[in-house]
C-alpha cells in the first residue's frame, strides 16, 4: 500500500516570499491533516479536512497561511509571507474516519522542512 | 484546552534496560489513545494504540502500554532495549467531541550499546 506522499522533502526560503507543500494522501482516506512540528516540540495541527471540507483550523495562523484539499484528494499548504518563526518540519497525515472508538489511525508522509533565512 | 503530557524530554539507558515513557491528558470524556515513534531520518509511525477494551495494549516491537483511565494516563514500556529503540516518541489523544488528534511533546531515547 502507497504511503502518504508529502513534496518537497526540503525548501529554503527567505522571509517575505512565499512557499507552498503538497500532499497526496492514502488512497480512500477522507481525513487529512497538516501539522507544523517545530525543532524540540510535538506536532501542532494546523488544519484537519473530512474530504474537501474543513473541520478544524483552530490553530493555522490565517493571516498567512492557507490550505485547499480540491475534490477531496489532494491537499497544498501555503505560506505567504513566511516569517522566520515558521521555521519547522511541516508533516501532512491521512486517516480513515479517525473518531473515538472506532480502530483507526493516522499514516504520515515524511514532511516538509523549511527553513526561512 | 485539551493538551498531552510528556514527562520525561530526554531519556538515556544502556541496552537491555527497561523503559517507562509517561502521557497524561487532560480531559475526562472518552478518548482514543496513540503512541508514536519516529526513528532518525523516517517518518512518524504507529507503534500501538487504544480506543476500546483491554487497557492493557500490546504494540510492534515488544511496546506496551496501559491506559489507566483514573489517572488521564497513558503510559508506553519495554522491558528490554535495544539500541534500534533509539528515536522519539509521542502519545498522542483524540477524544469525541471533534475528532481532533493532538500530539505531547515527545521523548527522545537514546539507548547506548
Known amino acids: 500500500e502507497a504511503g502518504v506522499a508529502q513534496s518537497p522533502r526540503y525548501k529554503i526560503i527567505e522571509k517575505r516570499q512565499s512557499v507552498a507543500f503538497w500532499c497526496n494522501p492514502i488512497?480512500?482516506?477522507?481525513?487529512l491533516y497538516w501539522y507544523q512540528q517545530i525543532l524540540g516540540q510535538g506536532p501542532k495541527l494546523l488544519i484537519q479536512f473530512q474530504n474537501n471540507g474543513v473541520v478544524d483550523d483552530s490553530q493555522l495562523p490565517k493571516d498567512r497561511f492557507s490550505a485547499e484539499r480540491l475534490k477531496g484528494v489532494d491537499s497544498t499548504l501555503k505560506i505567504q509571507p513566511a516569517k522566520l518563526e515558521d521555521s519547522a518540519v511541516y508533516l501532512c497525515a491521512s486517516s480513515f474516519e479517525l473518531s473515538v472508538g472506532m480502530n483507526t489511525e493516522a499514516f504520515f508522509g515524511q514532511g516538509t522542512r523549511l527553513t526561512v533565512v | 484546552a485539551q493538551s498531552v503530557s510528556q514527562h520525561n524530554h530526554h531519556v538515556i539507558l544502556s541496552e537491555a534496560a527497561s523503559l517507562e515513557l509517561g502521557c497524561n491528558y487532560s480531559?475526562?470524556?472518552?478518548?482514543?489513545l496513540f503512541w508514536y515513534v519516529q526513528y532518525p531520518g523516517q517518518h512518524l509511525q504507529l507503534l500501538l494504540k487504544y480506543f476500546s477494551g483491554d487497557p492493557l495494549v500490546k504494540g510492534i516491537k515488544g511496546f506496551e502500554a496501559e491506559f489507566i483511565k483514573s489517572k488521564f494516563s497513558f503510559n508506553l514500556r519495554k522491558p528490554s532495549v535495544q539500541w534500534s529503540d533509539t528515536a522519539e516518541y509521542f502519545c498522542a489523544v483524540i477524544k469525541a467531541a471533534g475528532n481532533k488528534l493532538t500530539f505531547g511533546g515527545g521523548t527522545r531515547v537514546l539507548v547506548k550499546p
Open positions: 480531559y475526562g470524556g472518552t478518548v482514543n
Open positions: 488512497s480512500g482516506h477522507a481525513t
